[in-house]
């Protein structure tokens, strides 16, 4: 299930026009929706992947959309990292919530003159590294949980 880094500092009210087929969710916040949609998803059996898939949020994905990387001048990497943590934690005592994929589909952030690199060391750009600071906070906190990268 994706989320966005705007959705989760936010928390905005949720417009009703986007869940009029769900009354129920009428005047709820992007994060108590995301959190019933885990609920009934695990209820019914369906094991969930939680997934940090942009930082701003809207459409995904093209170069210049300020989402390539795992942060962005709105949402530093320090944001991202935290933002991680805590849905882990969020999630942790729901056993049917398996698993955390880091980030969706990094790639150059033309906005911003960023090129993602593996291994190059250089910790601004390196998602290597970025990936395994942020599975080793996860496995901190929920040492049962799959990370995929």
Not at 54 to 63: D, E, L, N, Y
Request: net charge negative; glycine share 6%; aromatic share 8%.
């Amino acid at each position: 299930m994706p989320y966005s880094l705007q959705g989760y500092y936010s928390n905005p009210i949720v417009a009703d026009k986007d869940v009029e087929k769900n009354t129920e969710m009428k005047n709820l916040s992007s994060m108590s929706i995301y959190d019933a949609v885990v609920k009934a998803c695990t209820d019914n059996g369906l094991m969930v992947i939680i997934n940090n898939h942009v930082s701003t949020a809207g459409a995904c994905c093209t170069a210049d959309d300020n989402n390539g990387m795992w942060y962005n001048p709105e949402y530093p990497a320090d944001k991202f990292f935290t933002a991680v943590k805590d849905m882990t934690l969020r999630y942790k005592t729901n056993a049917m919530v398996v698993a955390n994929d880091i980030r969706n589909e990094l790639r150059p952030d033309e906005k911003n003159g960023i090129m993602p690199t593996w291994g190059s060391g250089v910790e601004a750009n390196d998602w290597m590294m970025a990936a395994e600071r942020a599975g080793n906070e996860i496995l901190k906190y929920n040492p049962n949980t799959l990370v995929i990268v």
